[in-house]
């Protein structure tokens, strides 16, 4: 069964940059897509990033566009965030995400979370 930790999460200045880390269980972890999600203080959960297994193919939302890089190590089984020129608001718990298919079970699979502040 696949399971997710994210770690990387602090706070930080409106202007800085922060890379977030999640470690993926499993050894299939090369076979499926994985995505960043975030959720802001009284909001809903939204898209952030997401890559294909092979990396060949990644898709951002419109805000975080030439900020953010999504990338991820097959070898290490983890998926990177780098975040630059953060803004007060990229503030959120940020979560990595697995889409439901036969390496996770046929259920979507969800990294606990991890705070990422950023001051103005």
């Known amino acids: 069964q696949v399971q997710l930790v994210e770690s990387g999460g602090k706070l930080v200045q409106a202007g800085g940059s922060l890379r977030l880390s999640c470690a993926a269980s499993g050894r299939t972890f090369s076979s499926y897509a994985m995505g960043w999600f975030r959720q802001a203080p009284g909001k809903e959960r939204e898209f952030v990033a997401a890559i294909s297994w092979s990396s060949d193919t990644t898709y951002y939302v419109d805000s975080v566009k030439d900020r953010f890089t999504i990338s991820r190590d097959n070898v290490k089984s983890t998926l990177y965030l780098q975040m630059n020129s953060l803004k007060p608001e990229d503030t959120a718990v940020y979560y990595c995400?697995?889409?439901?298919?036969?390496?996770?079970?046929?259920?979507?699979?969800w990294g606990q979370g991890t705070l990422v502040t950023v001051s103005s």
């Open positions: 995400h697995a889409p439901a298919g036969l390496p996770t079970g046929f259920v979507e699979v």
